[in-house]
């Protein structure tokens, strides 16, 4: 026994000594990444936060995953914005606005004077641009022209000059969501994209030169923003540095001279980075929670709970059962299009998952099982307690309902459908925070005889085969969220940018020849389309319930469980106030109000 403890407490040493060599290594690299370059009074006035994956566009309107919209988010503005600890609504590029015709017509005045960080004036112009040649550009394939198609008739706002300063946006019928969603929209400099949307008659079918504008290989100093600030330096899966736009309109904004974000894919990673002190803000995960706790008063930060986070995350099936239109190729295997489009395979796989255990084991008990494709802060989210359907952990209900559906099993318990076949298909995710939840499910499926090859792979492959290739079984996956829910329209029109689970061709594609759209996807968009039009709260709430309750009869989305929103920020950074409305993808919720952050020298 003594020669046993011996051993265990030398490879504990062991482990020990090699953390400390981690965190001495990344130390070191730190200060010869940025000791020799920068000057010791920058150094002080630097905030350095982690992104947790690297960038795919720094043209705003074609992004259509978390990190780049973060990363281009601090470098533009909209009219409006919406104070995520007051709610209230608040003026950015327009100085006021008004509501008239009955809520169909917006009015918005933008301020005087206002300038591009290039020095080029910002005006009305710009917005009318943004939105008349840009966002409403059928050859331009975007998602945020889903969000603003209005009622039945899909139709979009029309957006007219008034004058100098007031612009007017008139809609087809009242919509709800319309000031903060028209008011939100970063505003693009018309003096840089116009050019790219110029087209050549001669030549047909052209692709528009705006798609290859402000791509990865675009030098930064050709990027023009309105935010607080603007791009100085881009290194590719390393990192983002920020310096201030000298035109920004709040003047003497912001306080902090640079910002940097760190591409830290992995968590570990970032964890040994934030307490190297390398970083200066941290996202948790429940497992740091204890040992941060323990440090934080000899390390100086503050960990801030900020209730449960917004978004969803969820595993999620291919439903589409179209082919390639060049090849003829089907995009999932037909046996696996056939288990994966019953419903009740679906509901199989849901009642098999152990949210539970995800919750305690994985969060460390800082989590909340999640049933709804509405965040559940928001005030439109329909709780289990009111009646909507919810899948505990029963694998032997699980089994139950797939014997009944023809379903069976073989000797070793394997699980095989009705024509002998294996159950087997491949599950996606990224590689980093999903990880673990993806080897639980894997574990969980495994036990009512499914076989998973559960596959963790850079973010970047699996955003390629949901957009173009349309070849992949099944993913795990994450959706940022807000209070509003026809922010997810996309997801759910049925000719939506973001239609994942079945998705159509968008932009110049052909029709894919075999796809099917069913008659529950077609009400949950009909039902989308009637909340965003209703303007009576308790109305919209009861349309929007009915559609978290139909997402969880149907289970397009299977959805997991949502970590509390915990970030530890450094005592050196003053006027932190966190916010899981704010956005709870990495330390974003501690972020909206990055111009007014200070650090103390």
Not at 52 to 73: C, H, M, R, W
Not at 198 to 205: C, F, I, L
Not at 554 to 559: A, G, Y
Request: some cysteine.
């Amino acid at each position: 026994m003594a020669i046993v403890r011996k051993s265990i407490q030398k490879r504990a040493k062991v482990k020990q000594w090699k953390a400390l060599v981690l965190l001495l290594l990344i130390s070191i690299c730190s200060l010869l990444l940025w000791g020799c370059a920068i000057a010791p009074e920058t150094i002080k006035n630097r905030l350095v936060v982690p992104l947790d994956g690297d960038i795919k566009t720094f043209n705003p309107v074609l992004i259509q995953e978390a990190y780049s919209g973060i990363a281009i988010g601090y470098t533009l503005t909209g009219m409006i914005t919406e104070n995520p600890i007051t709610k209230d609504l608040e003026p950015e590029l327009a100085e006021k606005w008004e509501i008239q015709q009955e809520g169909k017509q917006l009015i918005f005045t933008m301020r005087p004077d206002l300038k591009w960080s290039d020095g080029q004036p910002l005006t009305v112009d710009d917005v009318l641009f943004t939105y008349q040649n840009v966002i409403f550009n059928e050859k331009i394939p975007t998602g945020t022209r889903d969000v603003l198609r209005v009622g039945q008739s899909q139709t979009l706002p029309k957006v007219e000059k008034l004058d100098d300063r007031r612009i007017s946006f008139f809609l087809s019928e009242p919509f709800a969501p319309a000031l903060r969603t028209i008011g939100g929209i970063g505003i693009l400099p018309k003096h840089v994209f116009e050019p790219t949307l110029k087209e050549d008659p001669k030549v047909p079918n052209q692709k528009l030169k705006f798609l290859e504008t402000w791509t990865l290989t675009t030098p930064v100093n050709q990027l023009v923003g309105s935010g607080p600030y603007i791009i100085q330096e881009y290194r590719p899966s390393e990192r983002i540095i920020y310096k201030p736009n000298p035109y920004y309109w709040k003047k003497g904004f912001p306080y902090i001279k640079q910002f940097v974000m760190q591409i830290v894919e992995s968590p570990d990673t970032a964890l040994l980075r934030f307490r190297s002190q390398d970083l200066d803000m941290y996202r948790l995960r429940g497992e740091d929670y204890q040992l941060l706790k323990r440090f934080e008063q000899r390390d100086r930060y503050k960990i801030y709970n900020a209730g449960p986070s917004t978004g969803q995350a969820f595993i999620m099936f291919n439903l589409n059962k179209g082919k390639n239109p060049k090849t003829n190729e089907a995009f999932v295997d037909p046996k696996k299009s056939k288990w994966f489009n019953d419903v009740i395979f679906r509901r199989a796989v849901a009642y098999a998952i152990n949210r539970e255990a995800i919750i305690t084991n994985l969060s460390r008990g800082l989590a909340q099982t999640q049933n709804s494709p509405v965040s559940i802060p928001s005030p439109y989210f329909f709780p289990p307690e009111k009646g909507l359907k919810v899948y505990d952990y029963q694998p032997e209900k699980s089994k139950e309902i797939l014997l009944q559906a023809g379903y069976k099993y073989n000797s070793e318990q394997q699980l095989l459908d009705a024509q002998g076949n294996l159950v087997r298909f491949t599950l996606l995710a990224p590689a980093g925070g999903r990880v673990a939840m993806g080897a639980q499910i894997k574990s969980d499926l495994e036990k009512i005889g499914m076989k998973i090859d559960f596959t963790p792979v850079d973010f970047r492959i699996i955003s390629d085969k949901l957009d173009n290739s349309k070849q992949w079984d099944a993913t795990i996956l994450g959706f940022t969220g807000g209070a509003e829910p026809n922010s997810a329209i996309n997801l759910w029109a049925t000719d939506g940018d973001s239609h994942m689970f079945n998705k159509g061709p968008v932009g110049d594609e052909p029709p894919f020849p075999g796809r099917e759209v069913a008659d529950w996807e077609k009400k949950i968009h009909s039902l989308m389309i009637q909340g965003a039009q209703e303007l009576d709260e308790t109305k919209r709430k009861a349309i929007y319930a009915e559609y978290q309750q139909l997402v969880q009869e149907q289970l397009p989305l299977i959805h997991l469980t949502m970590p509390l929103y915990l970030v530890a920020v450094r005592d050196r950074v003053e006027n932190a106030q966190p916010s899981a409305l704010a956005g709870s993808t990495g330390v974003t919720g501690a972020l909206w109000n990055l111009e007014q952050l200070k650090l103390k020298s």
